[in-house]
């Protein structure tokens, strides 16, 4: 047990910060990865495993991998950044950081903004060393929400979680191999979580990370929680959908976050979102992001 914990890591994924109007809401869906949600302005509503949790200024809500998840603006300007990642073991086929740990699912904030904006400035700064700046500030910050809401345990639990680091058969409770990310699934998304308007094939990511098409397909999409390239076509629609708030034109977006016909581009928008890019930029008045 205390080998897994000692070398648990965590596999960064995305981060972007999202705006949306008192009419927004998110249907229940899954979670595929783990997330952190900083609330930058207003309060919304979300619901995490059937668990009301009520999102206020200067409070972060954790949403587990694997939870089902469905929320809701309470305010108009509600706004908030999210950290995707994901973690390399798991406990007994749940969440380490929330059944290990106890990590509550809402947090009030102290300083932990601050890695937040950092890890959303190393993201997109041209830095040859982003990557671990991005990494070492997300341990930070897990760390840090680790030490002040996590410590307080009852005798019950302090307990459990002494049996966890001796009793052998805590061992067959605790995996630390599915959750690890494959080295060349990684060099992916480390690549796409810097590159994410680039143009992609499935065959142009199965070669970055020298497997077959059909195996790195199957692989990303156990890893990940969904094929390759429905998740970079999240990230290029939530980042086209942050665009909106200018005044640029529909077709120019389009061909910024990649797609070279923006028919197709406002297709893609509408089915994912549910409006059509200038429906969005009218009825949001400049709302960006996704759950």
Known sequence: ???????????????????????????????????????????????????????????????????????YANTDHFVFTSIRFTTTVSFGGGDFLADYYRMPKRMEA??????????????????TARMFLVRGNLEILIGTLISRHCSDLSEEEERENRAAHFDPRWREYVNLSDNLLDPRIQRVTDYITFHPTDKYTPQSLADMAQLSKQRFSSLFKQQIGKPPMTY???????????????????????????????????????????????????????STGDA
């Open 232 to 286: 970079i076509r999240e990230l290029k629609l939530g980042i086209a959908r942050k665009l909106l708030v200018s005044d640029e034109a529909v077709s120019d977006i389009a061909y910024e976050v990649g797609y070279g016909d923006p028919n197709y581009f406002i297709r893609e928008f509408k089915s994912l979102f549910g409006y059509t890019p200038r429906q969005y930029r009218k009825v949001s008045q400049g």
């Open 1 to 71: 047990m205390q080998y897994a914990v000692n070398n648990m890591r965590f596999n960064f994924l995305y981060i972007d910060t999202y705006s949306f109007n008192k009419d927004w809401v998110f249907l229940e869906a899954v979670a595929p990865y783990s997330m952190l949600r900083y609330i930058e302005k207003g309060s919304g509503t979300f619901f995490i495993d059937g668990e009301e949790i009520r999102a206020e200024k200067d409070c972060i809500a954790y949403i587990p991998q694997g939870s089902r998840l469905s929320c």
């Open 110 to 127: 102290l300083d932990e903004k601050q890695y937040f904006d950092q890890i959303f400035y190393w993201v997109r700064h041209e830095e």
